[in-house]
């Protein structure tokens, strides 16, 4: 019998997403359950008997626990990670193709695959940094800051937070200046004036926006989206389309790279969902570190 460890946000707060009933879904299906919530302290301590993870929440409880993970020691056991997504954009499990109801997906462990998983290194902070998702310049971590500041007003309801988001979003386009930004992508040069700059390990960002399309999280290089001040019109369409529910084909520019060097000419700068806070423009470096995490799969991610 597999023994399984839950990592749960106890703030997910629905019934299908509470300790008790996420313990009883998974030893229902024959794994052996040991519950930690993330809230408490110690919750990172993973015993060698323990076969996988199990991360029940959302974006930034995966990250939480990538991040326990990530700063193991070489010759510490590593774990798998399978996921029960229950946030409001879930960028990481769209990306992995993980969703449905939460018994389905937890039957389908018992067949599931290993799926390698990059992270992204940032050099040139003060603090020592990586990402899951992405790590960028420009609206999106400006976009933070304004749902910080109304977090106490936003619905409950995951479809109308995203809708609020992008909106908020479309606000921002409209007044936002575009800014110089030198881009070396493997040592190709890229400098000019964006709106955003992502280095994307997934492909969806923020409010659930897909970015990147083809972007594999396994395939050791990362997207580069970019959004120049000449498209600042065509994003702005983009984006009301999105939120009035239309279908957009616009098309972001990418590219593909392994090492990045970049000197935004600005202070708006994220990595997943945090806010990097910076006192003057710097020059940062990111470079991809194949393969750290492994998560369990039943079918490969769309492309």
Not at 12 to 39: H, M, N, P, Q
Not at 104 to 123: N, P, R, T
Not at 176 to 190: L, M, P, T
Request: include cysteine; hydrophobic fraction near 35%.
């Amino acid at each position: 019998m597999k023994r399984a460890q839950l990592l749960h946000n106890p703030h997910a707060g629905e019934k299908d997403f509470s300790r008790k009933e996420l313990t009883r879904l998974i030893e229902a299906e024959g794994f052996e359950c040991v519950y930690s919530s993330v809230k408490e302290d110690g919750w990172d301590k993973f015993k060698d008997d323990i076969d996988f993870l199990v991360v029940a929440g959302g974006d930034g409880t995966v990250r939480r626990a990538a991040k326990a993970l990530v700063k193991r020691k070489v010759l510490d056991k590593q774990f798998p990670i399978a996921l029960l997504p229950h946030g409001t954009a879930n960028n990481v499990a769209t990306t992995l193709n993980i969703s449905g109801e939460v018994t389905d997906i937890i039957s389908s462990w018992h067949e599931a695959k290993l799926k390698k998983f990059d992270v992204g290194k940032v050099y040139g902070l003060q603090d020592n940094i990586f990402f899951l998702e992405g790590f960028g310049f420009g609206i999106f971590p400006k976009l933070m800051k304004v749902m910080k500041k109304i977090e106490d007003e936003l619905s409950e309801d995951r479809d109308e937070k995203i809708k609020t988001a992008r909106a908020v979003l479309y606000d921002i386009v409209l007044s936002y200046k575009a800014r110089k930004c030198r881009i070396i992508a493997d040592d190709v040069d890229h400098t000019g004036k964006y709106i955003l700059v992502e280095i994307m390990n997934t492909t969806s960002i923020g409010p659930n926006l897909g970015l990147s399309h083809s972007g594999d999280p396994g395939d050791g290089e990362f997207e580069i989206v970019l959004i120049p001040e000449s498209h600042q019109k065509k994003f702005e369409d983009y984006l009301l389309n999105r939120i009035n529910g239309k279908e957009d084909h616009y098309s972001f520019t990418t590219l593909k790279a392994k090492k990045i060097q970049v000197f935004w000419e600005g202070k708006d700068m994220h990595t997943d969902d945090e806010i990097v806070k910076i006192e003057k423009p710097t020059e940062v470096t990111i470079e991809v570190q194949p393969g750290v995490l492994e998560f369990l799969l039943t079918d490969e991610p769309e492309s």
